[in-house]
Nanobody, 117 residues
Framework: QVQLVESGGGLVQAGGSLRLSCAASASIFSFRPMGWYRQAPGQQRELVATFTSIVSTNYGDSVKGRFTISGDNAKNTVYLQMNSLKPEDTAVYYC???????????WGQGTQVTVSS
């Protein structure tokens, strides 16, 4: 079973930055897509950023130009660099991965990001 472990969340002031990490129990090349979703209280889970292929990415409209997804296969880890954070970015951020073979979905336990105004 695939395990995804997020880290890096916390409290930050508006305009600040955070970097989230998602450590996978397998090579990140074995997943497509793989990336980040978030869920704020009372709202649906939404796309933040994913790798749709080794070189292609997909970003939610609200984070384009501010967030960047990257990966390090040697560490089996995907990152989310979040800059110019806004209070509306406050949410639980989840790592997500679908295995290329078998198409199995996996989610991490989530990490809280809180942006104060």
């Amino acid at each position: 079973q695939v395990q995804l472990v997020e880290s890096g969340g916390g409290l930050v002031q508006a305009g600040g930055s955070l970097r989230l990490s998602c450590a996978a129990s397998a090579s990140i090349f074995s997943f497509r897509p793989m990336g980040w979703y978030r869920q704020a209280p009372g709202q649906q889970r939404e796309l933040v950023a994913t790798f749709t292929s080794i070189v292609s990415t997909n970003y939610g409209d609200s984070v384009k130009g501010r967030f960047t997804i990257s990966g390090d296969n040697a560490k089996n880890t995907v990152y989310l660099q979040m800059n110019s954070l806004k209070p509306e970015d406050t949410a639980v951020y989840y790592c997500y991965a679908k295995t290329i073979i078998g198409g199995k979905d996996s989610w991490g336990q989530g990490t809280q990001v809180t942006v104060s105004s």
